[in-house]
């Protein structure tokens, strides 16, 4: 299909751990962001891409968590040092851009860290 | 930065009541406002949204209302089915920025 793709669809992981987390975007959008969300908890907000410009990276909670978008299109969600408070399901939203369009949820990957 | 208050966390109805999920945001300057439906395992989809310029949209059986001038929104969601069972987020945002999501909402609905 032509929908937001991540992968994988589930990672377990030891405490203290390295792991990317992979996101592909509808063709042709230009705004990418990352969203965490803790069991029953709502949305929260990482990081945002647009275009070219400098990322917004005010929801990142720790400097252990990193990503990039290489190309304008595929991004990564880097977090060093995993913690059990990093379990959560992450998901990837894109966006045409532009003044608050709809953003396209892949299904997100589920970060298990024992 | 945005905050924005969902209520209510849970809603039980029978099949064919309506449902309504009322949110409430701090920053004035957002002016989109887009519901989401999130099943088991998804990721969320967009179900309706509203723009700050507009009072009211309606598509089908489901309904958004936005009073800028007390910062709060609701989605109406009339005869209501078993699938409309889901967790229902609303967001906001000022526009070429990421989204600030309520906490969620989760509707049953019964046969």
């Known amino acids: 299909g032509a929908g937001v793709s991540q992968s994988p669809s589930n990672k377990v992981t030891e405490k203290g751990k390295d792991v990317e987390l992979r996101c592909d975007p509808i063709?042709?959008?230009?705004?990418l962001y990352w969203y965490r969300q803790s069991l029953g908890q709502g949305l929260e907000f990482l990081i945002y891409?647009?275009?070219?410009?400098?990322?917004?990276k005010s929801g990142l909670p720790s400097d252990r968590f990193s990503a990039e978008r290489t190309g304008g299109s595929v991004s990564t969600l880097t977090i060093q040092r995993t913690q059990q408070e990093d379990s959560a399901v992450y998901l990837c939203?894109?966006?045409?851009?532009?003044?608050?369009?709809?953003?396209?949820f892949g299904p997100g990957t589920r970060l298990t860290v024992l | 930065g945005e905050n924005v208050e969902q209520h209510p966390s849970t809603l039980s109805v029978q099949e064919g009541d309506s449902a309504v999920i009322k949110c409430t945001y701090s920053d004035s300057a957002s002016n989109y406002f887009p519901w989401y439906k999130q099943e088991l395992g998804k990721g969320p989809q967009l179900i309706i949204d509203i723009r700050s310029n507009v009072g009211e949209k309606k598509d089908q059986r489901i309904a958004v209302t936005l009073n800028k001038t007390a910062k709060h929104f609701s989605l109406h969601i009339t005869e209501t089915q078993p699938e409309d069972s889901a967790v229902y987020f609303c967001a906001a945002s000022p526009g070429r920025r990421a989204l600030t999501f309520g906490s969620g909402t989760r509707l049953q609905v019964q046969p």
């Open positions: 939203a894109s966006s045409l851009g532009g003044q608050g369009g709809e953003q396209f």
């Open positions: 891409f647009q275009g070219n410009s400098a990322p917004d």
């Open positions: 063709s042709g959008h230009t705004a």
